[in-house]
């Protein structure tokens, strides 16, 4: 499931996720990315992951539809997660997010505040 976090305001949308994503939330949350794009243009996005975060397939694919779909949409994304394994996958995409003009960046959960503060940045 996917909380939208209370900091979230103007260009910027803040998202927890935990539990189990499902299609129907996956299409619910990028409804909503969607309306922020038809009001600003260019969005920036922090999601916070849970420990317990699983993806349906379908709602997995839809993402990465989505994405693929709307980097030109995409100003900056943060990813804060204390796993290492997501982090990596971070740091590798980070690289191929520039390319098409997209800053991504990690932080640790105990970073919440300085990604709430990268995010916000030139907004």
Same mark, same amino acid.
């Given at each position: 499931?996917? *909380?939208?976090?209370?900091? =979230?305001?103007?260009?910027?949308? &803040? /998202?927890? %996720? =935990?539990?189990? +994503?499902? +299609?129907?939330?996956?299409?619910?949350?990028i409804? /909503?990315? $969607?309306? %922020?794009? !038809?009001?600003? &243009?260019?969005?920036?996005?922090?999601? /916070?992951?849970?420990?317990?975060?699983?993806? =349906?397939? $379908?709602?997995?694919m @839809?993402d990465?539809?989505?994405?693929?779909?709307? +980097?030109q949409?995409?100003?900056k994304?943060?990813i804060? *997660?204390? =796993?290492? %394994?997501? @982090?990596?996958?971070?740091? /590798?995409?980070?690289?191929? @997010?520039? +390319?098409? &003009?997209? @800053? $991504?960046?990690?932080?640790? #959960?105990?970073?919440? !505040?300085?990604?709430? #503060?990268?995010? $916000? !940045? &030139?907004?």
């Open positions: 499931m996917y *909380t939208i976090l209370p900091r =979230s305001q103007g260009a910027v949308l &803040g /998202v927890e %996720l =935990s539990g189990k +994503m499902d +299609m129907a939330q996956e299409q619910a949350l409804a /909503v990315a $969607e309306e %922020l794009i !038809e009001e600003h &243009g260019k969005i920036s996005v922090l999601i /916070v992951v849970g420990d317990d975060v699983g993806l =349906s397939y $379908e709602a997995a @839809a990465i539809k989505w994405v693929l779909a709307n +980097m949409h995409l100003k994304l943060a804060v *997660t204390d =796993s290492n %394994l997501l @982090a990596t996958l971070v740091a /590798v995409d980070a690289t191929f @997010a520039k +390319m098409v &003009g997209i @800053a $991504e960046k990690h932080f640790d #959960k105990r970073q919440i !505040e300085a990604a709430w #503060k990268w995010i $916000e !940045e &030139g907004q």
